[in-house]
């Protein structure tokens, strides 16, 4: 297993278009997160699965996103209606378990234009 | 909410020399975990270290250390004898113990660069 993986590395898209965003984690692990960052800032939590169930979702997270998790296993991000606010870095994590060590994705650049 | 804050957005010393990071947060909660996170440009965060809110003990980690202060909120990062693969982005962040539904909650970040 070569860690977690997100897909694509860069995307770039008109205003108005929709996005969608793959995370494939480590395997053997059940939790899986989305976060977004922005130049300058730390990331920011969007969303949490565990295993297929999404149990968490961040007020920041707008109706013009949605994820999911089939099968618990990957993951997709799907941003509607993109506006040029939604240019950001999307992060993908993964952990085993409560609280343990998240392994971050290299993330999926977004620039909206 | 827990919030984090990283006062330095921008750190320069000397390859070999040793660099101290700061961090503070705000909790209600008693039982949490802090991690330190290194970002390298254009590639994945990684851990660095992590602190159990339940230990005294300061965890380390080979030329890593931290120096948490539960009593103030404080929980520095140390980098001792540190090298040019040390340049890069570091984040604070914060867990509850009791749920980790919510995510880690990240710094600002600092900017650490190392000098040749």
């Known amino acids: 297993d070569t860690g977690v993986s997100q897909d694509p590395r860069h995307k770039i898209t008109k205003r108005g278009q929709n996005v969608t965003f793959r995370c494939d984690p480590i395997?053997?692990?059940?939790?899986l997160y989305w976060y977004r960052q922005t130049l300058g800032q730390g990331p920011e939590f969007l969303t949490y699965?565990?295993?297929?169930?999404?149990?968490?979702k961040s007020r920041l997270l707008s109706d013009r996103f949605s994820a999911e998790r089939p099968k618990g296993s990957f993951s997709t991000l799907e941003i509607q209606r993109t506006e040029q606010g939604d240019s950001a870095m999307y992060l993908c994590?993964?952990?085993?378990?409560?609280?343990?060590?998240?392994?971050f994705g290299q993330g999926t650049r977004l620039t909206v234009v | 909410a827990q919030t984090v804050t990283q006062s330095q957005p921008e750190m320069s010393v000397q390859e070999a020399e040793t660099v101290t990071l700061s961090c503070t947060y705000d909790?209600?909660?008693?039982?949490?975990?802090l991690f330190w996170y290194k970002q390298p440009p254009s590639r994945q965060m990684i851990l660095v270290i992590r602190?159990?809110?339940?230990?005294?003990q300061n965890a380390t980690e080979n030329r890593f250390s931290v120096n948490f202060q539960k009593a103030a909120k404080s929980f520095s990062l140390k980098i001792s004898d540190s090298q040019l693969g040390d340049t890069a982005m570091y984040f604070c962040?914060?867990?509850?113990?009791?749920?980790?539904?919510?995510?880690?909650?990240f710094g600002k970040g600092t900017h650490l660069i190392i000098q040749p």
């Open positions: 962040a914060f867990i509850y113990s009791g749920g980790g539904a919510d995510g880690l909650t």
């Open positions: 602190q159990e809110a339940y230990k005294q």
């Open positions: 395997s053997e692990h059940n939790r």
């Open positions: 994590a993964s952990s085993s378990r409560m609280n343990a060590e998240a392994f």
């Open positions: 699965f565990q295993n297929e169930a999404q149990l968490e």
């Open positions: 909790t209600s909660e008693s039982n949490y975990y």
